[in-house]
């Protein structure tokens, strides 16, 4: 099925979200001659439970270059950063970013988007922005064939990875959203060296990563990673004001100037 994803365009909230939901997928399809492009909505500058160590601006140069270094091992080439701050991505006018999304899909093309799902997976309101942003963006400027696929979390997965889950606090008190199997249109159970290829990857992005994985242990961290679940999301109602955005939760448009 990866074959049939065609050009993938990515669409996250804060680097390491990329390669957490999608790693697998987009060194597999790099690997398969397909075009993979990432988008970064923030340089996730206030990731850190140490902003005395870690201040901003600071964070933000760091992350910038482990981003970098995680997609060179994926085999991605082409990035771009929004620039948005970081936690305040549910603040910014939807329709700014929408408009940025969509020149970037209208340059690129893509066969297939992946993103978050309305839940922002973890349930993070920069994630939940961003999905409401692309999914618009989708809306407004892919061509037709187009397809989006959200990232989910599947009952198994979540079934298994509970203590864990839990432990860590990777998951907003009221998530995640699970999905049955027979829900996902894409599951992937990665092989070892896919894996191994994602975890170094991850452990790039050292200052989000290396406590992780020290504290879990590489080979329980490799055996957490090791699935990636999208679900396909339905085309949005038909509406002509290009300067509306969808809005999941209310399930119809707004905009600034509809009510």
């Not at 899909?105 to 692309?134: E, K, L």
């Not at 590489?218 to 990673?225: D, F, L, M, S, T």
Request: proline share 8%; glycine share 6%; hydrophobic share 40%.
């Amino acid at each position: 099925m990866l074959t049939e994803l065609g050009t993938i365009l990515g669409v996250w909230a804060h680097p390491d979200d990329e390669a957490y939901l999608s790693g697998g997928l987009m060194a597999l399809a790099r690997d398969a001659g397909s075009r993979v492009v990432c988008v970064t909505a923030t340089f996730g500058e206030r990731g850190t439970p140490d902003p005395r160590t870690w201040p901003p601006h600071r964070l933000a140069e760091r992350r910038t270059t482990e981003l970098d270094a995680c997609l060179r091992l994926l085999g991605v080439e082409e990035h771009h950063w929004l620039g948005y701050p970081d936690g305040q991505c549910a603040d910014i006018p939807p329709s700014a970013a929408i408009d940025r999304l969509s020149t970037l899909i209208a340059d690129i093309r893509p066969d297939t988007v992946v993103s978050f799902g309305p839940d922002g997976n973890t349930g993070h309101p920069d994630h939940q922005a961003v999905a409401r942003w692309t999914a618009t963006a989708v809306d407004h400027a892919a061509p037709a064939h187009t397809r989006l696929l959200q990232a989910a979390v599947s009952d198994t997965w979540a079934d298994r990875w509970r203590t864990v889950n839990d432990r860590f606090q990777v998951f907003l008190p009221g998530y995640p959203k699970t999905r049955p199997e027979q829900a996902l249109t894409l599951h992937l159970t990665l092989d070892e060296p896919t894996v191994d290829r994602k975890l170094r990857a991850l452990a790039a992005q050292t200052t989000q990563t290396s406590t992780l994985i020290a504290e879990m242990g590489p080979a329980a961290y490799a055996a957490w990673i090791a699935e990636e679940a999208f679900t396909e999301a339905a085309p949005l109602p038909h509406h002509p004001c290009p300067r509306c955005w969808w809005n999941p939760d209310e399930a119809r448009w707004r905009c600034a100037t509809h009510s």
